[in-house]
């Protein structure tokens, strides 16, 4: 719930059909697909609290090959943020509409990496990184993002690809250093869709 899309959002609020199904794609892009399609090697990280077990913070990423870096299919729903306004759309729907073209507007996918990166064999292709609430400020953000540097290096990737969406995340991956923007969108611009909703 704490990941910074979600909480935009309210993903993880809601037993509704809209929120079953919204928070389905949600963990089938940021975490299912970052787990299961292993192409080189493990690049996903937890952190775990030693109290109780709970998940504090995580880095989910892929180690993508240029040969093998291809885009999930995204949801094809894009098309609902055209529909009159007098038509009751959920409002996570257009959320999730409005964040699709986020995405689109700022070129983000393993496609769009390797177009931006010519010289690039490999890259770790971070699809979030997310600290929980109660264990913000500890470093944890900046610990996970050092220790997927660290996999990236030991894999042979020669750059680290990230959609930063949240001003925390930002200013880990300047603070770190050896950081170039390739696309920028402010985020208050996907607030509301083309109608004002």
């Known amino acids: 719930p704490d990941e910074p899309v979600s909480r935009n959002t309210k993903v993880m609020l809601g037993d509704g059909r809209v929120d079953l199904w919204y928070r389905n794609e949600m963990t089938k892009y940021l975490v299912d697909i ?14 775990r609290s030693t109290e109780d077990s709970s998940i504090m913070a995580c880095r ?68 979030n990184i997310c600290v929980a609430s109660k264990a913000r400020g500890l470093g944890l953000g900046s610990e996970l993002v050092k220790r997927g540097y660290h996999i990236a290096k030991e894999h042979g990737c020669q750059y680290t690809y990230i959609l930063a969406s949240s001003l925390y995340s930002q200013n880990i991956f300047h603070k770190l250093g050896n950081c170039s923007v390739l696309h920028e969108v402010k985020y ?4 509301y869709d083309k109608r004002g909703r």
């Open 34 to 47: 970052p787990i299961s399609k292993i192409e080189i090697a493990p690049a996903s990280i937890i952190a």
């Open 188 to 191: 208050e611009d996907y607030k």
């Open 60 to 127: 989910m990423g892929q180690i993508v090959s240029r040969i093998n870096g291809k885009d999930e299919p995204l949801p094809p729903i894009g098309w609902l943020g055209g529909l009159p306004s007098w038509i009751p759309i959920p409002k996570k729907i257009i959320d999730m509409v409005n964040n699709l073209q986020l995405f689109r507007d700022t070129n983000y996918g393993k496609l769009a990496a390797f177009q931006d990166l010519k010289d690039a064999k490999r890259i770790y292709f971070a699809a």
